[in-house]
């Protein structure tokens, strides 16, 4: 069974950077995209940042430019580079895998991982 589990989150002051990583448990066949999704206190769970299966990223606007998402397919996971880190960047982070299956799309979720952003 797949599973997917975060780590890196933390606390960490404003202006700082942390690094985000999900990995895959199995092997997940015909992946569309990987994506970082956060949620933060009586929020709406919002996109972050994705990648393709061709390498093409995309980002939430209010991080565009601080932060970088990358994959490694040889070691199953994805990442997330946050840089210039600001308290409104405060959420629990989940790692997310798209796949498409014969069945229809297929959608892996992480636990989350908290990160604290303080002033």
């Known amino acids: 069974q797949v599973q997917l589990v975060e780590s890196g989150g933390g606390l960490v002051q404003a202006g700082g950077s942390l690094s985000l990583s999900c990995a895959a448990s199995g092997v997940i066949f015909n992946i569309n995209s990987m994506g970082w999704y956060r949620q933060a206190p009586g929020k709406q769970r919002e996109l972050v940042a994705t990648?393709?299966?061709?390498?093409?990223?995309n980002y939430v606007e209010s991080v565009e430019g601080r932060f970088t998402i990358s994959r490694d397919d040889a070691k199953h996971t994805v990442s997330l580079q946050m840089n210039s880190l600001k308290p409104a960047d405060t959420a629990v982070y989940y790692c997310?895998?798209?796949?498409?299956?014969?069945?229809?799309?297929?959608?892996?979720w992480g636990h989350g991982t908290p990160v604290t952003v303080s002033s």
């Open positions: 997310n895998v798209r796949a498409v299956q014969v069945s229809g799309v297929r959608e892996f």
């Open positions: 990648i393709t299966n061709g390498g093409s990223t």
